[in-house]
């Protein structure tokens, strides 16, 4: 089962820190003042300044550069969820699990609904295979109906519920991430395939046709509208599949051809 790849991030502008100047009125004076710097922008400011230059350098894949922002920014506010959530992912990427692990549950002490976190800690543990884990912090984060991306997270916990060996709950993730977005091409190839091997062939095939309008041939699509094919005894479709098979996935068209 291939991995799904979580995490995009925008860079926007930097923003610059400001200093201040302490006047000092004596007693009986009037003291004006004219000129000088401003006072100190807002903690808020300065925080969102410092992850905005994380941002831009983690979207180049430049982590040794976003490390210095995102350590300010959580010097600045160590209880900024985001700074967190960033700092997981910078951490993830380089390759420290302990590192990472320990900022995104930081980032869900602090808030323990914040979406950007439950999904970012959610991909992180499917992605070191402790799918078990992965179920709490995803089937949190479905629950939220503000979540703008609610039909993706479904989808995710499909995908989790598959590597755990829960089929039904499988089924139910991804039918009501369809019911949410009846466009997502992963959620309705997985579908299709679970439907297919429990022998539902006809909503099988329905949600194969949805998957071939918005998704990409692949070795395992091509391989199920092969096998749809021969059950539904289309000469030409299944001519055509198995002529994609041995042309764009050679690899996988042995295999495929075992299972028939």
């Excluded at 200093?19 to 004076?29: D, E, M, N, Q, S």
């Excluded at 000088?36 to 982590?63: H, N």
């Excluded at 295979?129 to 989808?155: G, I, K, M, Q």
Aim: proline content about 5%.
């Amino acid at each position: 089962m291939t991995q799904s790849d979580y995490s995009q991030f925008i860079c926007r502008t930097i923003a610059l820190s400001l200093c201040a100047i302490t006047f000092i009125c004596l007693p009986g004076c009037v003291t004006e003042t004219t000129g000088g710097l401003p006072g100190p922008a807002p903690k808020e400011t300065r925080v969102k300044a410092q992850l905005e230059l994380a941002r831009g350098y983690m979207e180049k894949r430049d982590w040794i550069r976003a490390k210095p922002p995102l350590q300010r920014a959580l010097q600045i506010d160590s209880a900024s969820v985001e700074a967190h959530v960033l700092s997981g992912v910078m951490y993830q990427a380089e390759g420290e699990p302990r590192l990472a692990e320990g900022h995104f549950k930081r980032a869900l002490r602090i808030d323990p609904e914040n979406p950007q976190a439950l999904n970012n800690y959610g991909s992180f543990l499917y992605a070191e295979e402790r799918f078990n884990d992965a179920l709490v912090p995803l089937s949190t984060l479905v629950e939220n109906p503000d979540y703008r991306a609610r039909p993706r997270a479904y989808e995710s916990l499909g995908l989790t519920y598959i590597r755990v060996g829960s089929t039904t709950k499988a089924i139910s993730a991804f039918r009501r991430a369809l019911e949410l977005n009846f466009q997502l091409a992963r959620a309705n190839l997985e579908l299709a395939l679970i439907l297919f091997e429990e022998g539902q062939v006809k909503e099988a095939s329905q949600h194969f046709f949805l998957y071939n309008r918005v998704g990409k041939p692949t070795g395992r699509s091509t391989c199920l509208g092969l096998k749809i094919a021969l059950i539904q005894k289309d000469e030409n479709q299944e001519a055509r599949y198995r002529l994609s098979l041995n042309n764009l996935f050679p690899d996988q068209s042995a295999r495929c051809l075992k299972t028939l």
